[in-house]
């Protein structure tokens, strides 16, 4: 199976987790990062998911997996122990085109869940499309230890530049060119060393020379 790599929009989108445990917990845990509605299934949840109950972050239906519960949702995880509801979620959720994860089985899955290193809008994705887990977490250690926060202050500079580089910067060729010359400078050491008044200096001068 050879999969294809996407980022999703889950803001507003109705999420659904069925399953109570740690696993389950990990899902809804990196949901919340997105925006989306999550509602949980299952009779029992984890005292973090309680807390998450209790503060309004997520809804839990207090039950086992019913198929009316994937009706309306974008995007579904099972996460539950049971093998038979796990081939149900699956059956049930391709037969409505519903997106769905069944942890830890990927042929049961029409969508795979990488692992992510994060620097807040930064997301690098590490996938082996099912084969092993194993080796996309040790990727993870190794790319975490060489990407730190500072790449989440580069990203934010960036998206905030956009907008003045469009406005700023008429020829497609140009704005290419800036990014490129941005990036490749030592914007990245100055970011560590949190020097403000060189980093605008360095891109106003950017800016001037195109």
């Known amino acids: 199976m050879s999969c294809y790599p996407i980022e999703l929009n889950l803001d507003k989108e109705r999420c659904l987790v069925i399953g109570g445990g740690k696993v389950a917990e990990r899902k809804v845990t990196s949901l919340l990062t997105t925006g989306a509605f999550i509602n949980v299934v299952s009779p029992k949840i984890t005292k973090r998911l309680k807390e998450y109950v209790a503060s309004g972050r997520i809804k839990h239906i207090e039950r086992k997996y019913l198929p009316e519960d994937i009706k309306d949702a974008f995007l579904v995880i099972g996460a539950t122990d049971n093998e038979k509801t796990n081939d149900q979620i699956a059956t049930d959720c391709r037969n409505l085109g519903i997106l769905v994860n069944i942890v830890d089985s990927p042929s049961l899955s029409n969508f795979l869940v990488p692992a992510v290193v994060k620097r807040g809008r930064l997301g690098i994705s590490i996938g082996t499309s099912g ?55 030592d914007i990245l050491q100055l970011i560590r060393k949190k020097r403000r008044k060189e980093i605008k200096k360095r891109i106003g001068a950017l800016l001037q020379f195109l």
Do not use: H, M
């Open 131 to 185: 084969n092993s887990p194993a080796l996309a977490k040790k990727i993870k250690e190794e790319i975490s230890a060489l990407y730190g926060p500072e790449y989440e202050e580069l990203t934010d500079l960036l998206g905030d530049l956009r907008q003045k580089v469009y406005q700023n910067i008429a020829c497609e060729n140009r704005r290419k060119l800036f990014w490129k010359q941005l990036i490749n400078s």
